[in-house]
């Protein structure tokens, strides 16, 4: 009977309402990224709709997470997928925004490595039993904070309210990001070395 069931487990698992939250943030890469390739709007109503779609559907990176515990619906697959749909939407956005010479690509290269090294890092720290050295940090946390105000800042690039200049505030922020992207990056080196250092000898 368990081999049976097995399969519409799995479908469960792969398409449950915090899993599609999950994947509409894949899914939004080339939406916003396709936004800028209309020609049918002029520049302020595509930075308009990217904003819009980015702030929409980085919300699911709460709500997907909230729902899950509520609906008792996590997973493995969840948590794996999670993190991967997030640095998606952000490297994409940065990628976007480089193109459109509001963002250095400077930025976008200490970012996007960091994200690379310290995946790659988390994915050998788990081969060798050792996860909760390089577990989530709140100074990850407010990086990724700051990340997701400075980038629809960035789409925006316009005033907001009459009186927030976007396109400002937006460079500011993803420069202060970016130093907090490498902050945590030694941070979290550092709480690996002592297991980096034991299987170096």
Known sequence: MHAVNQPAHNRAMFFNLPTLLTWARIVAIPLIVGVFYLDSLDMASRNLTATVMF??????????????????????????????????????????????????????????????????????????????????HMLGKVKTT??????????YDGTLFGMVDTALWGHWLIWISAVLT????????QKALPEIRARAR
């Not at 640095?87 to 976007?96: D, G, P």
């Not at 490498?182 to 979290?188: D, F, G, P, Q, T």
């Open 146 to 155: 700051v990340q997701m105000v400075a980038i629809p800042f960035l789409l």
């Open 182 to 189: 490498v902050w945590s990056m030694v941070y979290y080196l």
């Open 55 to 136: 702030v929409v559907f980085a919300a699911t990176d709460w709500a997907d997470g909230y729902l899950a515990r509520r609906l008792n619906q996590t997973s493995a697959f969840g948590a794996f997928l999670d993190p991967v749909a997030d640095k998606f939407l952000v490297c994409a956005s940065l990628l976007v925004l480089v193109h459109l010479d509001r963002a250095d690509v400077f930025v976008a290269l200490i970012i996007i490595g960091r994200e690379i090294a310290i995946s790659s890092l988390r994915e050998w720290m788990a081969i060798i039993g050792a996860t909760k050295s390089v577990a989530v």
